[in-house]
T-cell receptor
Framework: RKEVEQDPGPFNVPEGATVAFNCTYS??????FFWYRQDCRKEPKLLMS???SGNEDGRFTAQLNRASQYISLLIRDSKLSDSATYLC?????????FGTGTRLQVFP | DTGVSQDPRHKITKRGQNVTFRCDPI?????LYWYRQTLGQGPEFLTY????????KSRLLSDRFSAERPKGSFSTLEIQRTEQGDSAMYLC???????????FGNGTRLTVT
């Protein structure tokens, strides 16, 4: 089983839609979780950390379910500029482990 | 610009040649990481440094790969006798420490012909 698994997508959604991505992980000892965003042919950039109680940053909401070992990212009111690949990331043994990413395409 | 910088941005080399990449992390960051990314995949961990000490190397890092961070500041990644399978984006990142998010550089795109 992969350490981090994501649906590669693509998710094609219209502007204004709400879209959610899930990510499952295998290492129950992982303590830190993040979502990174990566635009085509660019470096990954931190979107938000994921806290145990769930957290929100504007239109973005992240949640962690330790019992089922998954994290989620919800994007409300999608914008064209949200089109990117969203990488699920967790703390491994002294390093961050990245999923393969979920591609989102928002269309007008 | 106080972000992570990598040089060169692009490198095209012939199979069998040696290449070296440089990474300058954010100055106050103790940890420096190297990742490799191919199309359609997420970044794969290669190695990391805590100050000048190289603390872990991935099994992906064959004997042809070597990384250094001699003074705990910039780092170099050298690939000897390059192979076509080495073609990828090589990403450098730095962080304040464990559990801290990574800040990536723009990457070095390597093409081995």
């Amino acid at each position: 089983r992969k350490e981090v698994e994501q649906d590669p997508g693509p998710f094609n959604v219209p502007e204004g839609a709400t879209v959610a991505f899930n990510c499952t992980y295998s290492n129950s000892a992982s303590q830190s979780f993040f979502w990174y965003r990566q635009d085509c042919r660019k470096e990954p950039k931190l979107l938000m950390s994921v806290y145990s109680s769930g957290n929100e940053d504007g239109r973005f909401t992240a949640q962690l379910n330790r019992a089922s070992q998954y994290i989620s990212l919800l994007i409300r009111d999608s914008k064209l500029s949200d089109s990117a690949t969203y990488l699920c990331v967790l703390e491994g043994t002294d390093k961050l482990i990245f999923g393969t990413g979920t591609r989102l395409q928002v269309f007008p | 610009d106080t972000g992570v910088s990598q040089d060169p941005r692009h490198k095209i080399t012939k199979r069998g040649q040696n290449v070296t990449f440089r990474c300058d992390p954010i100055s106050e960051h103790n940890r420096l990481y190297w990742y490799r990314q191919t199309l359609g995949q997420g970044p794969e961990f290669l190695t990391y440094f805590q100050n000048e000490a190289q603390l872990e190397k991935s099994r992906l890092l064959s004997d042809r790969f070597s990384a250094e961070r001699p003074k705990g500041s910039f780092s170099t990644l050298e690939i000897q006798r390059t192979e076509q399978g080495d073609s990828a984006m090589y990403l450098c990142a730095s962080s304040l420490g464990r559990d801290s998010p990574l800040h990536f550089g723009n990457g070095t795109r390597l093409t081995v012909t």
